[in-house]
């Protein structure tokens, strides 16, 4: 079956920095990627998706690469902030509109 | 629009009782996802509905994992009976309609954790 896998360890950076976060699939490749922002205590908050045939996408400070080779997504932060901090989810959805998630990547920002 | 809103946002309940978690998904919104979240497992899809009709339900764990949608703004979750392994956040979220090609992002409910003990 399908698998979304992210670091588990907690990637703890500099303020400044980029943080660059892993998204690692098994089996087929998934038409779209997600990424999802998670701060305790709340729900997943989106951030960006890409699609199957894109290479690159961003937004503000983030970017989203898709490696269908590798079977990869790269998901970076640049100038980072404390404020980033967070758990950052990866997600794959196929045809049926159906959300897999990974367990999730908790980033630290140090001030 | 406040967003999805869940209630009750705690519920903590002795194993063999009747759980019950509710939604208000956005207005507007067509599809509504039921997901469960805990350390071992992560975030996992339970049952979506379209247009207030079961999809897939595949992701319910058992026969005491029951979920309805009486119309589109209003869905339950309910657990009877429920067990300690049941413990967990339980997220609601809607989608827009599917239409438009860009708009596949889900927005997600507070939660409701239930201990059940």
């Known amino acids: 079956s399908q698998k979304i896998e992210q670091n588990s360890e907690a990637l703890n950076i500099q303020e400044g920095k980029t943080a660059t976060l892993t998204c690692n699939y098994t089996n087929y490749s998934p038409a779209y990627l997600q990424w999802y922002r998670q701060d305790p205590g709340r729900g997943p908050v989106f951030l960006l998706l890409i699609r199957e045939n894109e290479k690159e996408k961003r937004k503000e400070r983030l970017k989203v690469t898709f490696d269908t080779t590798l079977k990869q997504s790269l998901f970076h932060i640049t100038a980072s902030q404390p404020a980033d901090s967070a758990t950052y989810l990866c997600a794959q959805m196929d045809s049926s509109y159906k959300l897999i998630f990974g367990s999730g990547t908790r980033l630290l920002v140090r001030p | 629009d406040a967003g999805v809103i869940q209630s009750p946002r705690h519920e903590v309940t002795e194993m063999g009782q009747e759980v019950t978690l509710r939604c208000k998904p956005i207005s507007g919104h067509d599809y509504l996802f039921w997901y469960r979240q805990t350390m071992m497992r992560g975030l996992e899809l339970l049952i979506y509905?379209?247009?207030?009709?079961?999809?897939?339900d595949s992701g319910m764990p058992e026969d005491r994992f029951s979920a309805k949608m009486p119309n589109a703004s209003f869905s339950t979750l309910k657990i009877q009976p429920s067990e300690p392994r049941d413990s967990a956040v339980y997220f609601c979220?809607?989608?827009?309609?599917?239409?438009?090609?860009?708009?596949?992002?889900?927005?997600f409910g507070p939660g409701t954790r239930l201990t059940v003990t």
């Open positions: 509905f379209n247009n207030n009709v079961p999809i897939d």
């Open positions: 979220a809607s989608s827009e309609p599917f239409r438009d090609r860009d708009s596949y992002e889900q927005y």
